[in-house]
C-alpha cells in the first residue's frame, strides 16, 4: 500500500541555521509533491508544490528538492528564525487520482534563539 | 472572507448525538474536500466535491458520515450516532479548479474540533 514517511521525532535548531525536513515514500509514483505548514490549533498552509521533472524549487527562505528514484523529498529553511516554528506536512496525490491527497503526519520543527 | 471558515470551531456531544459542521470554502472556488486530522496525524481524506457532485466519497469511515453541497458553495459534513472514536479535528479545503487539472494547492480552514463524551 502506499505510504508516506516523515520523522515523527521534533526537530529542534538553533535560529540562523539551515533546517532539512524528509518526507519518504513508497509504492508511488505521483506527479507532484505539496509541503504545508501547520500551527497549533490552525488548518495546513500551502507553501510550495514541486512536480515530478522538477529536481528543485525555491521560494524565499524555503528550498524543496524531489528525487523520483530516491523516492524522498527534502524540505529546506534557511536562515531559520523562531517563527518559522510549525508542523510540516508533505502530500502526495493518491495513485490513480488527482483529487485526493495523502499527508505524512508531519515533522515539527522548534527553532530556538 | 477571504478564506475557507469552519463553524462551529469547537463540538462538544454526547455518544449517540447527530452533530452537523459546516463549511464556508473560498468564493469561487470549484473543488471542496473533507479531512479527519487525529492528533499528532496528518490529514486523512474524507470526501472529495466537484460543484455540487460528490465524485468521492470513498474516505468516509462508515455510513453514519454524510456529506452535502447542494449549491455548489457551502457544505456540511454530518455524523450520525456518534461514537468515541469520532473525536477528532475535521478540516475543510477548498481550492479554485477542479482537482487533477492544474494541480491547484488546496486553501484549508482551521477545522472543527469535534469531543464526543
Known amino acids: 500500500s502506499q505510504k508516506i514517511e516523515q520523522n515523527s521525532e521534533a526537530l529542534n535548531i538553533q535560529e540562523g541555521k539551515t533546517a532539512t525536513l524528509t518526507c519518504n515514500y513508497t509504492n508511488y509514483s505521483p506527479a507532484y509533491l505539496q509541503w504545508y505548514r501547520q500551527d497549533p490549533g490552525r488548518g495546513p498552509v500551502f507553501l510550495l508544490l514541486i512536480r515530478e521533472n522538477e529536481k528543485e524549487k525555491r521560494k524565499e527562505r524555503l528550498k524543496v528538492t524531489f528525487d523520483t528514484t530516491l523516492k524522498q523529498s527534502l524540505f529546506h529553511i534557511t536562515a531559520s528564525q523562531p517563527a518559522d516554528s510549525a508542523t510540516y506536512l508533505c502530500a502526495l496525490p493518491f495513485t490513480g487520482t488527482a483529487s485526493k491527497l495523502t499527508f505524512g503526519t508531519g515533522t515539527r520543527l522548534q527553532v530556538t534563539l | 472572507g477571504a478564506g475557507v471558515s469552519q463553524s462551529p470551531r469547537y463540538k462538544v456531544a454526547k455518544r449517540g448525538q447527530d452533530v452537523a459542521l459546516r463549511c464556508d470554502p473560498i468564493s469561487g472556488h470549484v473543488s471542496l474536500f473533507w479531512y479527519q486530522q487525529a492528533l499528532g496525524q496528518g490529514p486523512e481524506f474524507l470526501t472529495y466535491f466537484q460543484n455540487e457532485a460528490q465524485l468521492d466519497k470513498s474516505g468516509l469511515p462508515s455510513d453514519r458520515f454524510f456529506a452535502e453541497r447542494p449549491e455548489g458553495s457551502v457544505s456540511t459534513l454530518k455524523i450520525q450516532r456518534t461514537q468515541q472514536e469520532d473525536s477528532a479535528v475535521y478540516l475543510c479545503?477548498?481550492?479554485?479548479?477542479?482537482?487533477?487539472?492544474?494541480?491547484?494547492?488546496?486553501?484549508f480552514g482551521d477545522g472543527t474540533r469535534l469531543s464526543i463524551l
Open positions: 479545503a477548498s481550492s479554485l479548479v477542479r482537482a487533477g487539472y492544474s494541480n491547484q494547492p488546496q486553501h
